[in-house]
C-alpha cells in the first residue's frame, strides 16, 4: 500500500474521478491535470485536504501544489486513479485530437501494414533462400548452382516460388483486407476487391512496361475502352481502391433500409468499388506511387547516394520515436515492385543494429549494474533481433548519448551501404538475421555494412559514456552509496547554521517575484536572486533530495538539521521541458556549501517569455529557529550570507 493511496483517493474524488481527467503530469511540487470539466473540480476540498498547499488554474491546466513530496504523491494518484488502465482503442482516439494531419496519415499506414509484415518478412527470407540455391555459382568450380546439380533442390526452389508468388504478387488481397478490417467494414469484400485486382484476366502488372500498347487487353463498353491492367504487388493503388470500399459500403449502409441492406450494401459496394479501382484510382495510385518510388531509388543510386545514405541513415532511428518510419513499408514494396529489390531497406536494418550496439556499449560500461543489466541485456538481444523499441526507449533515449553514437553508426553504415548498391530481396528481419534477405552477391557487402555498424556504436559509446556516466550509474546503487558514506558522515557532523548565495544577483525577498504560488508563502519563506550568472550552486553542505529529470529546472536539498530548501531556477520553466538547464548533481548525492547544482541558459528562457528570478524557500525548518534573510542587496555566489538561523 503506497504512502498517499488514502489522500489520492479523496483527490480523485474532488476533481470529479477518472473520467474527468485528460491528461496527468507534475513538475517539482505540483500536480499538473488537465480535466474534461474544470467545474466538476471542487476547489474548496481539495485546498482543504492536508497533503494539498494550494491550488490554481493557469494555462488551460488545473494544478495542486504538493510540496517536495510530489513525485511520490504522484506514483501512487496515478495507481490509484487507473489511469493507465484505459482501453488501447481509448488511447488511440484521446491521441488523435493531437495529431497532425501526416501524424494520422502515418499512423493509418502502421495499422494497415502492422498484420502483413509476418507474412512479407516470410516472403522476403524465402526469396533470399531460393537465390542461395538458383543464383549462387558455388559448385563445380564456380560454374554451377546447387538447382543445377541437383533435383531435390530444383523442385524445391519451384515449389517455394508458390509461397513467394502468393505473398508479393498477390499482396493488394491483403492490404484490401487489413483496410477494411482496420475502419471496420466488411473484410470479405475487402479480399473480393484484392482479388480483382490481381485477377488472371488481367495483364500481369510485370508484363505491361514489355507490352505493346496495341497488345494490351481492354475492356470494350463501346463508347469507352479501358485497360485490363493487374496491380501486382502494387501498394497504393490497393491502398485507394480499399479506401473508395470502405466509405461506399458506410454511404450506402447509411442510406439503404434495413430490410434490403444485405443486399444492396455489398453488391452497391463492390461494383462500384471495382469499376473506380480499374477506371479512375488504379492507373493514379500506380503513377503516384512509380513516382515515388523513382525518386527515392534516384536518390540512393543517383550522384549524390551517399549524402542521402548519410542523411537517411543518421534520421532513421529519430523517425521510429515519431512514428513516421511506418511509411517506408510502402515505399520499399514499391521498390520491390519497381527494381525487383529494395536498397533502402537495408539501411532500415542497420540503423536498428546501430542502435542495438550503442546498448552493447551500455551493457559494457554498466556491467556491474545489476540493475541496469535487467534491462540492458534484453534490450540489446531484441535489438539485433529486429525489435528495436525496448533498446531506444528503455536504454539509449534516457541517457542520449547512446542514441547519437548509435545515429553516427548508422549514418556510417549507410554510406558504405548504398556506396556498393547493396540490395534486398524484400523487407525481413531489421537486424542481424537480415542478412538472409540480402541478394546474394550483396551478402558480403552487407556483412562489412554491420560490421560497422556493430563496432563504431561501441566503440563511441563506450569513449563518451567514460565521461558521461556517474558511479552509480556505472556501478550500481549499493556499490555507490558506499563510497558516498565519508561524504554523509562529514556533512552530518557539520552544524549548518545559515545558506550563502546560491547566484550572483539582487536579493529580494520572496513576496516581490509575485508570481501567485511562491510569494503567497504557501511553500515556505524564503528569498529569490535576480540572477547575473548561469550557474546555480548549493547555498549549504546537504544530500539532494528531489531533482525533476525532465524539466532539469529545480532542485530540493536537505540539510543535517532537517531543512528542507528548495531552489526553483525561472518561473513557469518546467513548460521549457529541460532546453537549456542542466543537471550537475545526481539524486541522493551529498554536496557541499558551493558544489555546483544546474546550468542554465538565461538566454534561452527570456527568448521562451519567461523571467529568470531564482527561488529559494524553506519548506521544512526542521530544527532551526529565528530564521533570518538578507535582501536588498547585491549577492556573490558562494560568499555573501543570504539566510542565518539558531539551531
Known amino acids: 500500500m503506497g504512502k498517499y493511496d488514502q489522500d489520492s483517493k479523496e483527490l480523485l474524488n474532488h476533481i470529479g474521478g477518472k473520467e474527468n481527467i485528460q491528461a496527468v503530469t507534475h513538475c517539482i511540487t505540483r500536480m499538473r491535470f488537465v480535466l474534461s470539466d474544470p467545474s466538476k473540480a ?34 501512487d494518484f496515478v495507481k490509484i486513479a487507473g489511469v ?36 512479407i518478412i516470410t516472403g522476403g527470407l524465402i526469396l533470399g533462400f531460393r537465390n542461395c540455391i538458383d543464383s549462387m555459382y558455388l559448385f563445380e568450380h564456380g560454374t554451377k548452382t546447387l538447382c543445377q546439380i541437383s533435383q531435390f533442390w530444383a523442385g524445391m526452389d519451384s515449389f517455394l516460388w508458390l509461397i513467394g508468388e502468393a505473398i508479393f504478387h498477390m499482396l493488394p488481397v491483403g492490404i484490401c483486407w487489413s483496410v477494411t478490417k482496420k475502419m471496420g467494414t466488411t473484410q470479405m469484400l475487402g479480399i473480393v476487391l484484392g482479388l480483382t485486382l490481381v485477377s488472371g484476366q488481367l495483364l500481369n502488372a510485370y508484363s505491361v512496361a514489355t507490352t505493346a500498347a496495341a497488345d494490351i487487353p481492354k475492356w470494350d463498353f463501346g463508347f469507352v475502352k479501358v485497360n485490363m491492367i493487374g496491380y501486382q504487388a502494387q501498394v497504393l493503388p490497393a491502398i485507394l481502391a480499399a479506401f473508395v470500399l470502405v466509405y461506399l459500403e458506410k454511404f450506402f449502409r447509411k442510406i439503404t433500409p434495413q430490410v ?53 541513415g543518421f534520421v532513421y532511428a529519430p523517425l521510429v520515436i515519431t512514428g513516421l518510419h511506418h511509411m517506408s513499408n510502402a515505399i520499399d514494396l514499391q521498390l520491390i515492385a519497381d527494381y525487383n529489390g529494395t536498397m533502402l531497406w537495408p539501411m532500415i536494418a542497420l540503423s536498428n543494429i546501430a542502435q542495438g550496439s550503442a546498448v552493447v556499449g551500455m551493457i559494457i560500461l554498466q556491467r556491474k549494474n545489476a540493475q541496469a543489466q535487467e534491462v540492458n541485456i534484453p534490450s540489446g538481444i531484441s535489438c539485433y ?53 540480402i541478394q546474394p552477391k550483396y551478402m558480403g557487402s552487407f556483412a562489412i555494412c554491420m560490421l560497422i555498424a556493430i563496432v563504431i556504436p561501441i566503440v563511441l559509446t563506450l569513449i563518451v559514456g567514460k565521461k558521461k556516466l556517474s558511479k552509480e550509474e556505472k556501478n550500481g546503487k549499493t556499490i555507490a552509496e558506499t ?50 550568472n548561469d550557474t546555480l550552486y548549493a ?18 536539498l536537505k540539510l543535517s538539521n532537517g531543512m528542507d530548501i528548495l531552489l526553483h531556477v525561472g518561473l513557469d520553466t518546467v513548460n521549457m521541458q529541460g532546453d537549456g ?52 542587496t547585491t549577492a556573490t555566489a558562494n560568499k555573501t550570507q543570504v539566510a542565518s538561523w539558531e539551531n
Request: glycine share 10%.
Open 581 to 632: 538547464f542542466e543537471y550537475l548533481i545526481e539524486q541522493g548525492q551529498f554536496v557541499k556549501e558551493g558544489t555546483p547544482l544546474i546550468k542554465f541558459d538565461r538566454e534561452k528562457i527570456k527568448k521562451a517569455g519567461y523571467r529568470d528570478v531564482t527561488i529559494c524557500v524553506i519548506s521544512e525548518t526542521g530544527n532551526a529557529k529565528n530564521i533570518t534573510f538578507e535582501t536588498g
Open 483 to 532: 563510497e558516498e558514506i565519508t561524504e554523509k558522515s562529514e556533512a552530518e557532523e557539520k552544524e549548518v547554521t545559515h545558506l550563502t548565495a546560491f547566484l550572483t544577483g539582487n536579493v529580494i525577498p520572496v513576496k516581490e517575484v509575485n508570481d501567485g504560488v511562491f510569494s503567497e508563502g504557501v511553500m515556505g519563506d524564503g528569498i529569490a536572486i535576480i540572477p547575473e
Open 260 to 312: 434490403v441492406s444485405m443486399i444492396v450494401v455489398p453488391f452497391c459496394s463492390l461494383v462500384l468499388s471495382v469499376m473506380i479501382a480499374h477506371f479512375v484510382v488504379g492507373p493514379i495510385g500506380w503513377k503516384i506511387g512509380s513516382a515515388i518510388s523513382a525518386v527515392v531509388y534516384a536518390g540512393i543510386t543517383g550522384s549524390f547516394k551517399v549524402v542521402f545514405g548519410a542523411i537517411f
Open 385 to 437: 533481433l529486429g525489435v528495436t523499441e525496448p533498446a531506444i526507449f528503455g536504454v539509449n533515449l534516457k541517457q542520449g548519448f547512446p542514441f547519437i553514437c548509435g545515429m553516427i553508426g548508422s549514418a556510417i553504415a549507410a554510406i558504405v551501404c548504398v556506396a556498393t548498391s547493396t540490395t534486398a530481396n524484400a523487407i525481413g528481419v531489421g537486424g542481424i538475421p537480415g542478412i538472409l534477405s
Open 84 to 119: 493507465e488502465g484505459v482501453s488501447k482503442d481509448a488511447v488511440k482516439e484521446a491521441a488523435k485530437s493531437n495529431q497532425t494531419l501526416i501524424q494520422r496519415i502515418v499512423s493509418v499506414l502502421a495499422e494497415i501494414f502492422a498484420p502483413l509484415i509476418p507474412a
Open 539 to 556: 547555498p549549504a553542505d546537504a544530500q539532494v533530495a528531489v531533482l525533476m529529470p525532465e524539466s532539469k529546472h529545480a532542485c530540493g
Open 42 to 75: 471542487d476547489i474548496e476540498a481539495i485546498e482543504a485536504m492536508k497533503v494539498v498547499k494550494g491550488s490554481f488554474t493557469q494555462s488551460g491546466q488545473f494544478q495542486v501544489i504538493i510540496g517536495n513530496n510530489v513525485a511520490d504523491f504522484y506514483q
